[in-house]
């Protein structure tokens, strides 16, 4: 069936890449770069993709631009396919529109602010609901203008507390942002739908390993989101997946069923001398109890206010459940200085009974009978301690994280735990910032109503990395197809030679004319380093004209990911290179 936003594709067209090496900036380097924690980011820096400004913020080469350019160009397809249109908003931003939603103080540190000339504050946007809310409000008036899902492509910046591994969590990055707005909630669930298939569309083209988990709403707000997460190690995210059912979520957000309450008689409160025993397996060893069998009492800082929260001996707590529950900006664990002046008490020896503030409880813990905890002073732990008789809490809440022994929470099946990079997060919103911003439309029943709103990022610049993670061996960079910033390497391998020369020269113009993006690596540089350098750059297909060529009169065509090498003719290759180009192409 054909589309009504099928036009939307003609302008979008695509982009395509060709460039002698010997007039290129591509400066490899042959040394690990120190700072580089993480292959990907060592592998950017070596293959010169990018380049470090300062902390987070980086210039993006020809050859690192042209891989966001193939990330640019899958989500535009795929976006308008949708039925959205693209548009570009400001990336300065006044304060006042974010006060409209109280998100120019609840934001924190990560947005940037600053003054103009005429003293008017200002921020750089890290994200634009504020801005594009205030333009429906200004062009939307009727149902009749309903639905509308708009998008740019655009840099954000956001003043990480932790910027690291070069693309993946930059200051400054390149995201595309989208915003649904709709006539009620069953639209904006249609909306939201549409995104979640583009979104797989979008991953699935780009040719990651990637999966869709329920996750946490955050500073944005609303109450229904999924992430998009390509599975990797050095991802800094850990995702919870059911072995049987197709439960799977974010760790952050994972909830855990409430247990059954142990009904134990209650025993009688003790004071026991544990002198020196602070942390939990000691404490375990010296009375001889399991770390279940007693409870930690840790403290937070909560936007800079202290609270308690007491888990089991072997559990952790979920610092963003915490965070929501509260409210609060910023959640950091407190450290003993910090613990000290909020309780009196040195680090170890804490606990419920008395504590001098605010009290909250894992709801396991709330199950739990007769436990040993501090005693509130140094050297002591109490034995037999029970909620409700020596302490109580200000509230009892799913507080702790998941672990790969709880059971699924949908199904009760196991659990397996891991590592995933956020390439993409969906939310649907709801009427928050249409209320907050009055942005109302008039309805076919002549009432005045707040718009249903969605919006839906996607980390251009930080797919490129992930694709990188999932995607290199000891000798570079392994590109898939789609997100290559060039399809083809090819190698001159004797510049003073005549006919190896006008071979690689005609064959590089052949497959420019059939629209194959290529490198030449026309450079006077030994074989050695050609072939070191196109390995690195992870180029899919490399084609190597040298001595056999003169010898046997054929050119080799190498496959960057697997080695497979073929010798062909010079008339045969470009048939066949296309056929591999084809065969590597995901479209779906
Ligand atoms: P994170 O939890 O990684 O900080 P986020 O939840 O703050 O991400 P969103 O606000 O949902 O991110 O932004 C949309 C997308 O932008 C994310 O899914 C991610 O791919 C990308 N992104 C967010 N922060 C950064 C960053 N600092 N550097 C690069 N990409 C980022
Ligand atoms: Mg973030």
Same mark, same amino acid.
């Given at each position: 069936?054909?589309?009504?936003?099928?036009?939307?594709?003609?302008?979008?067209?695509?982009?395509?890449?060709?460039?002698?090496?010997?007039?290129?900036?591509?400066?490899?380097?042959?040394?690990?770069?120190?700072?580089?924690?993480?292959?990907?980011?060592?592998?950017?820096?070596?293959?010169?993709?990018?380049?470090?400004? @300062?902390?987070?913020?980086?210039?993006?080469?020809?050859?690192?631009?042209?891989?966001?350019?193939?990330?640019?160009?899958?989500?535009?397809?795929?976006?308008?396919?949708?039925?959205?249109?693209?548009?570009?908003? !400001?990336?300065?931003?006044?304060?006042?529109?974010?006060?409209?939603?109280?998100?120019?103080?609840?934001?924190?540190?990560? &947005?940037?602010?600053?003054?103009?000339?005429?003293?008017?504050?200002?921020?750089?946007?890290?994200?634009?609901?504020?801005?594009?809310?205030?333009?429906?409000?200004? #062009?939307?008036?009727?149902?009749?203008?309903?639905?509308?899902?708009?998008?740019?492509?655009?840099?954000?910046?956001?003043?990480?507390?932790?910027?690291?591994?070069?693309?993946?969590?930059?200051?400054?990055?390149?995201?595309?942002?989208?915003?649904?707005?709709?006539?009620?909630?069953?639209?904006?669930?249609?909306?939201?739908? =549409?995104?979640?298939?583009?979104?797989?569309?979008?991953?699935?083209?780009?040719?990651?390993?990637?999966?869709?988990?329920?996750?946490?709403?955050?500073?944005?707000? /609303?109450?229904?989101?999924?992430?998009?997460?390509?599975?990797? %190690?050095?991802?800094?995210?850990?995702?919870?997946?059911?072995?049987?059912?197709?439960?799977? @979520?974010?760790?952050?957000?994972?909830?855990?069923?409430?247990?059954?309450?142990?009904?134990?008689?209650?025993?009688?409160?003790?004071?026991?001398?544990?002198? +020196?025993? =602070?942390?939990?397996?000691?404490?375990?060893?010296?009375? #001889?109890?399991?770390?279940?069998?007693?409870?930690?009492?840790?403290?937070?800082?909560?936007?800079?206010? !202290?609270?308690?929260?007491?888990?089991?001996?072997?559990?952790?707590?979920?610092?963003?459940?915490?965070?929501?529950?509260?409210?609060?900006?910023?959640?950091?664990?407190?450290?003993?200085?910090?613990?000290?002046?909020?309780?009196?008490?040195?680090?170890?020896?804490?606990?419920?009974?008395?504590?001098?503030?605010?009290? &909250?409880?894992?709801?396991?813990?709330?199950?739990?009978?007769?436990?040993?905890?501090?005693?509130?002073?140094?050297?002591?732990?109490?034995?037999?301690?029970?909620?409700? =008789? %020596?302490?109580?809490?200000?509230?009892?809440?799913?507080?702790?994280?998941?672990?790969? %022994?709880?059971?699924?929470?949908?199904?009760?099946? +196991?659990?397996?735990?891991?590592?995933?990079?956020?390439? /993409?997060?969906?939310?649907?919103?709801?009427?928050?910032? @249409?209320?907050?911003?009055?942005?109302?439309?008039?309805?076919?029943?002549?009432?005045?109503?707040?718009?249903?709103?969605?919006?839906? +990022?996607?980390?251009?610049?930080?797919?490129?990395?992930?694709?990188?993670?999932?995607?290199?061996?000891?000798?570079?960079?392994?590109?898939?197809?789609?997100?290559? !910033?060039?399809?083809?390497?090819?190698?001159?391998?004797?510049?003073?030679? #005549?006919?190896?020369?006008?071979?690689?020269?005609?064959?590089?113009?052949?497959?420019?004319?059939?629209?194959?993006?290529? &490198?030449?690596?026309?450079?006077?540089?030994?074989?050695? @380093?050609?072939?070191?350098?196109? %390995?690195?750059? +992870?180029?899919? &297909?490399?084609?190597?004209?040298?001595?056999?060529?003169?010898?046997?009169?054929?050119? #080799?065509?190498?496959? =960057?990911?697997?080695?497979?090498?073929?010798?062909?003719?010079?008339?045969?290759?470009?048939?066949?290179?296309?056929?591999?180009?084809?065969?590597?192409?995901?479209?779906?």
């Amino acid at each position: 069936m054909k589309n009504r936003f099928d036009s939307f594709h003609s302008y979008t067209n695509s982009y395509k890449i060709k460039m002698r090496y010997s007039q290129s900036l591509i400066p490899t380097l042959k040394e690990t770069p120190a700072e580089a924690e993480v292959v990907s980011h060592r592998l950017l820096l070596r293959a010169g993709f990018i380049r470090k400004l @300062s902390a987070g913020v980086y210039s993006y080469l020809p050859l690192g631009l042209a891989a966001v350019r193939k990330v640019e160009q899958i989500v535009r397809e795929e976006m308008n396919r949708a039925g959205a249109q693209e548009l570009l908003m !400001p990336m300065v931003q006044p304060a006042d529109l974010w006060r409209e939603t109280g998100r120019y103080e609840k934001y924190g540190p990560e &947005l940037l602010r600053f003054r103009d000339r005429h003293d008017r504050e200002s921020c750089l946007g890290p994200t634009h609901e504020e801005v594009i809310t205030d333009l429906a409000r200004r #062009e939307i008036r009727s149902y009749r203008d309903l639905p509308k899902n708009l998008y740019q492509i655009q840099t954000k910046f956001r003043d990480e507390i932790r910027p690291r591994f070069g693309l993946m969590r930059g200051r400054e990055f390149i995201m595309k942002d989208a915003y649904s707005f709709d006539v009620d909630d069953t639209q904006a669930g249609v909306a939201y739908q =549409r995104m979640y298939e583009a979104y797989q569309r979008i991953f699935s083209r780009c040719g990651l390993e990637f999966r869709a988990v329920d996750a946490d709403t955050g500073t944005i707000g /609303g109450n229904f989101s999924h992430e998009f997460m390509v599975l990797a %190690d050095t991802g800094e995210d850990t995702l919870v997946i059911c072995s049987s059912c197709d439960y799977a @979520s974010n760790i952050e957000k994972a909830a855990i069923a409430a247990s059954d309450a142990d009904e134990s008689p209650l025993l009688e409160l003790e004071k026991v001398e544990t002198p +020196g025993k =602070r942390k939990v397996a000691a404490v375990c060893d010296f009375m #001889e109890i399991k770390p279940s069998e007693l409870v930690k009492t840790l403290v937070f800082l909560a936007d800079g206010n !202290p609270v308690a929260v007491l888990v089991r001996g072997d559990r952790e707590v979920q610092a963003v459940k915490l965070k929501n529950l509260l409210g609060a900006v910023e959640v950091e664990m407190a450290d003993d200085k910090q613990v000290y002046e909020a309780t009196g008490v040195p680090t170890g020896y804490l606990g419920p009974v008395n504590i001098k503030i605010k009290l &909250l409880v894992d709801q396991e813990v709330a199950g739990m009978k007769n436990f040993v905890i501090g005693a509130n002073e140094k050297n002591y732990h109490l034995k037999n301690v029970n909620m409700g =008789r %020596d302490f109580e809490p200000s509230a009892v809440a799913d507080l702790r994280q998941i672990t790969r %022994d709880d059971p699924c929470p949908i199904c009760g099946a +196991g659990l397996g735990l891991k590592e995933g990079i956020e390439v /993409g997060h969906i939310f649907k919103l709801g009427t928050g910032y @249409s209320q907050a911003m009055e942005a109302f439309f008039q309805d076919s029943d002549g009432q005045e109503k707040p718009m249903v709103m969605g919006c839906y +990022g996607i980390g251009v610049s930080r797919i490129v990395a992930a694709a990188i993670e999932q995607n290199h061996d000891d000798n570079g960079m392994i590109f898939p197809m789609p997100l290559a !910033p060039m399809q083809v390497i090819l190698l001159n391998l004797g510049i003073s030679d #005549e006919h190896i020369t006008a071979t690689a020269e005609s064959l590089y113009q052949e497959l420019l004319n059939k629209g194959v993006e290529i &490198l030449l690596d026309d450079r006077d540089e030994r074989p050695g @380093s050609k072939f070191k350098d196109a %390995d690195l750059l +992870g180029i899919p &297909l490399r084609i190597t004209v040298g001595k056999r060529l003169t010898k046997d009169g054929v050119v #080799e065509l190498r496959q =960057r990911r697997d080695g497979t090498t073929e010798e062909l003719t010079p008339e045969q290759v470009s048939a066949r290179v296309l056929d591999l180009i084809a065969a590597k192409m995901i479209s779906e």
